[in-house]
Structure formats: structure tokens, C-alpha cells
């Protein structure tokens, strides 16, 4: 199985806490914080396939899971 994770150099010390949202400037979420030090967090990718995201697609108002998935190698 492949995890993505990803260390930042934030932590509890300016509020953050396991299971916040980790988003862009252009607000895209691109995972979500799976663990907390005091000036550290571990962020899980969006593309590890043990993460799953409830989604709303605003247009339509339908409901959904997103799941992760990465390949390499791979065109297109």
C-alpha cells in the first residue's frame, strides 16, 4: 500500500489538530493533518488511497466519497 505523507513546520503551538483540512491558497484540499507535534504536523495527500473525503459538488448538490489514488509511470 502506498502512503503519501508530508511533514510542515506548524503545529499545536499555532492550533493545529489532527483531522483539520490542509488546503491551498486557491482553497484546494490537498489532505488532511493525520498527526500534531508541538511545531510539526503530518499531512496525508490527497492521493493516498486509506484516505477518504465526503465531497459535495455545489452545482448539483450530489453527495460523494472522494479516495485517493497514485501511479507512476503511467500516460494520461
Known amino acids: ?6 511533514t510542515i513546520n506548524t503545529g ?3 492550533g493545529i489538530t489532527e483531522g483539520m ?8 484540499v490537498v489532505g488532511v493533518v ?3 507535534g508541538t511545531n ?4 496525508k495527500s490527497v492521493l493516498d488511497p486509506s484516505l ?7 452545482s448539483s448538490g ?4 472522494v479516495q485517493g489514488g497514485y ?3 503511467h500516460e494520461n
Open 1 to 6: 500500500m502506498i502512503y503519501v505523507l508530508t
Open 12 to 14: 499545536s503551538n499555532v
Open 21 to 28: 483540512c490542509v488546503i491551498t491558497a486557491n482553497e484546494e
Open 34 to 36: 493525520s498527526e500534531v
Open 40 to 43: 510539526y504536523s503530518v499531512v
Open 52 to 58: 477518504e473525503i465526503s465531497a459535495n459538488i455545489a
Open 62 to 65: 450530489y453527495n460523494g466519497m
Open 71 to 73: 501511479a507512476s509511470g
